[in-house]
């Protein structure tokens, strides 16, 4: 039974990498026109914290969704197959020279880039049907975050960010203890990085962003999983998004 997530996920990889035709309901989907960006460096606990707010077991199968309906776009499992795939473990992305960890996550044959294909092919199926997103990232990029809000909110989407923060101590001690280590010192310039953007983040964001220390690991404070209850919960405010749930509907009913 252990190995079935495991299988199913590889079945998934294959099949997206694939770029198949994917298919959803569209309009009637819960969560329509959310996305949440996830923005925390190696070692935040990211994925500790989003699974108390979105209620994603642990564990839980790649990129698929949460109980929520919200779907995860997230390419380090993926990520993680390909590697083994290319017979390399995990564990030792952290003692790789330079030369040897760019092999792995740049150019688009690398296992980074076969996992971002996977990622993006998936991201633009729930994106046609404007399902609802988590989009799980490290945001030591803030171009690159603003970039990929524009994109969504052209859609229609209402946009939101979850920062989990922790001190940089914590996050190399975290990420010394996982299967997947990347390197100290990226560990230690992606955790710069993103403390230097949070700034950037609120003005981005407003009022919907919600930070969260996980230096001690606990369940999320209850007010910000309140806040983010409110914000799934909200009607549409974008007026992209709503003229695009009316044409949905119209379109049903003729």
């Known amino acids: 039974m252990a190995g079935q997530p495991k299988r199913r996920a590889a079945r998934e990889a294959a099949a997206a990498d694939r770029q198949p035709r994917l298919f959803s309901n569209g309009v009637y989907d819960p969560y329509i026109l959310k996305a949440v960006f996830l923005a925390g460096g190696a070692g935040s606990g990211k994925g500790y914290t989003s699974g108390g707010l979105f209620t994603i077991p642990r564990g839980y199968p790649y990129m698929m969704s949460s109980v929520t309906g919200l779907k995860i776009v997230n390419s380090d499992t993926a990520f ?56 799980d990232g490290t945001g030591d990029d803030y171009p690159k975050i603003k970039k990929e809000r524009d994109h969504l909110e052209s859609l229609g989407y209402d946009t939101f960010m979850v920062f989990v923060n922790t001190s940089l ?23 710069h990085s ?32 309140q ?8 009607a549409t405010v974008n007026p992209i998004g709503r003229r695009w749930v009316r044409d949905e509907l119209d379109a049903k009913r003729r």
């Open 80 to 135: 993680e197959i390909f590697l083994r795939r290319a017979g390399i473990d995990a564990g030792d992305l952290a003692t790789m020279t330079p030369a040897q960890f760019a092999a792995v996550t740049e150019g688009p044959g690398s296992p980074r880039g076969r996992a971002s294909r996977v990622k993006k092919a998936l991201q633009a199926s729930w994106e046609r049907g404007r399902l609802g997103l988590i989009l």
């Open 169 to 191: 101590d914590v996050a190399q001690l975290r990420n010394a203890s996982r299967e997947r280590k990347l390197p100290a010192a990226l560990v230690d310039s992606i955790w």
């Open 194 to 225: 993103v403390q230097r953007n949070i700034g950037d983040f609120r003005e981005m964001f407003g009022e919907d962003m919600v930070v969260i220390d996980n230096t001690v690991y606990g369940p999320p404070p209850r007010k910000m999983v």
């Open 227 to 234: 806040t983010v209850n409110r914000f799934l919960a909200r």
